[in-house]
T-cell receptor, first 116, second 114 residues
Framework: AQKITQTQPGMFVQEKEAVTLDCTYDTSDPSYGLFWYKQPSSGEMIFLIYQGSYDQQNATEGRYSLNFQKARKSANLVISASQLGDSAMYFCAMRPYGGSQGNLIFGKGTKLSVKP | NAGVTQTPKFRVLKTGQSMTLLCAQDMNHEYMYWYRQDPGMGLRLIHYSVGEGTTAKGEVPDGYNVSRLKKQNFLLGLESAAPSQTSVYFC?????????????FGPGTRLTVT
């Protein structure tokens, strides 16, 4: 079964510190993509970062980096130098290559709160 | 570019009423999706479309129908609304089903069925 697991319902981090949000995945597809989305309280889904299963290097986008450990099937999001505006729900998602759908499979999310 | 837009943003229905949610995208994307988001859960796929005139069922299709008569529009219909369909509905589109192409999401429609 294709599945994304986010084991941290809620996280707190002090402003300007780094934080890691955990994500593990399960798929039998040899090729897949992993995504992180941010959902602020306003409700929209904002794309943050993408990692392909065959990418050799971990993806980075500004203050976001994805710690990809393929053997462990984990794709943790690291946010460096947290800001108050980072307070939001964060969703890990996977898109397997197999099949014709192309849809994303989402985890249940982690609510991040940044403290001043 | 407006990206992905959804109409309406909010709606309250009574049990048994019907309604249609409209999703429009101006990015010439082939793939379009309807998801629902319930409290404490991630987004779940309702229906999707891989091109104009084609639709298919996702993970939670019961109680919904869809149509994609034009490439830029994807409609989600509720024929007889039930309280279990109270949710936030997101439309998304993508250029390709392949891994590297991100999905662009609309702002969501908050639906309450009483």
């Amino acid at each position: 079964a294709q599945k994304i697991t986010q084991t941290q319902p809620g996280m707190f981090v002090q402003e300007k510190e780094a934080v890691t949000l955990d994500c593990t995945y399960d798929t039998s597809d040899p090729s897949y993509g992993l995504f992180w989305y941010k959902q602020p309280s306003s409700g929209e889904m904002i794309f943050l970062i993408y990692q392909g299963s065959y990418d050799q290097q971990n993806a980075t986008e500004g203050r976001y980096s994805l710690n990809f450990q393929k053997a462990r099937k984990s794709a943790n999001l690291v946010i460096s130098a947290s800001q108050l505006g980072d307070s939001a729900m964060y969703f890990c998602a996977m898109r397997p290559y197999g099949g014709s759908q192309g849809n994303l499979i989402f985890g249940k999310g982690t609510k991040l709160s940044v403290k001043p | 570019n407006a990206g992905v837009t959804q109409t309406p943003k909010f709606r309250v229905l009574k049990t048994g009423q019907s309604m249609t949610l409209l999703c429009a995208q101006d990015m010439n994307h082939e793939y379009m999706y309807w998801y629902r988001q319930d409290p404490g859960m991630g987004l779940r796929l309702i229906h999707y479309s891989v091109g104009e005139g084609t639709t298919a069922k996702g993970e939670v299709p019961d109680g919904y129908n869809v149509s994609r008569l034009k490439k830029q529009n994807f409609l989600l219909g509720l024929e007889s609304a039930a309280p279990s369909q109270t949710s936030v509905y997101f439309c998304a589109s993508s250029y390709s089903r392949l891994s590297g192409y991100e999905q662009y999401f609309g702002p969501g429609t908050r639906l309450t069925v009483t």
